[in-house]
T-cell receptor, first 114, second 112 residues
Framework: NAGVTQTPKFQVLKTGQSMTLQCAQD?????MYWYRQDPGMGLRLIYY???????DKGEVPNGYNVSRLNKREFSLRLESAAPSQTSVYFC?????????????FGDGTRLSIL | GENVEQHPSTLSVQEGDSAVIKCTYS??????FPWYKQELGKGPQLIID?????GEKKDQRIAVTLNKTAKHFSLHITETQPEDSAVYFC???????????FGTGTRLTVIP
């Protein structure tokens, strides 16, 4: 069982470029999440998908879009990357609601925007 | 929204000593408090959680305490080992909600 798989692991972009971060889980989980992790700020929720076909904004959604492609996959898109979006991005999933079951995290995508 | 503060930001202990990490939260409606451990280059992993209907929960060397009146909760690790070295995050949420609010993390170093 791979759990939550994120691709790519590392990426460098120039300001204004676009990029899609991919996330897939093989645990048949219903809910999926995208976080960003910045030094001294912990993990902040960008978007989440409670179930296939639904998406909702988290704390810091500006500059991002998401797609819940199917039950397994949840992608995060930066349409026009900005240096402020340099961060480590984590995808996570849960079987049901996050307060009833543990979140399972991927190992992150380290994104640098020059 | 909820605001979770976590202290200290870094903590060094000798192997075998205890470590305590403290968090406070702002929303009195929060009633679910998990703790996550993040090792270098990995995503966070749940190690223990507590709900507001209990004051303390233990799992081997790890315990969490909750004071609802004061709106703070703490992680206690006893008999620390080098493999406990990691970044620890507390979080808070309302039961049934779909998002967690995380603290800023504590980097724990256990010195052999």
């Amino acid at each position: 069982n791979a759990g939550v798989t994120q691709t790519p692991k590392f990426q460098v972009l120039k300001t204004g470029q676009s990029m899609t971060l991919q996330c897939a889980q093989d645990m048949n989980h219903n809910s999926m999440y995208w976080y960003r992790q910045d030094p001294g700020m912990g993990l902040r929720l960008i978007y989440y998908s409670a179930s296939e076909g639904t998406t909702d904004k988290g704390e810091v959604p500006n500059g991002y879009n998401v797609s819940r492609l199917n039950k397994r996959e949840f992608s995060l898109r930066l349409e026009s990357a900005a240096p402020s979006q340099t961060s480590v991005y984590f995808c996570a999933s849960t079987l049901g609601r996050v307060t009833n079951q543990p979140q399972h995290f991927g190992d992150g995508t380290r994104l640098s925007i020059l | 929204g909820e605001n979770v503060e976590q202290h200290p930001s870094t903590l060094s202990v000798q192997e075998g000593d205890s470590a305590v990490i403290k968090c406070t939260y702002s929303d009195s409606a929060s009633n679910y408090f998990p703790w996550y451990k993040q090792e270098l280059g990995k995503g966070p992993q749940l190690i223990i959680d507590i709900r507001s209907n209990v004051g303390e929960k233990k799992d081997q060397r790890i315990a969490v305490t909750l004071n609802k009146t004061a709106k703070h909760f703490s992680l206690h690790i006893t008999e620390t080992q080098p493999e406990d070295s990691a970044v620890y995050f507390c979080a808070a949420s309302i039961s049934g909600a779909n998002n967690l609010f995380f603290g800023t993390g504590t980097r724990l170093t256990v010195i052999p």
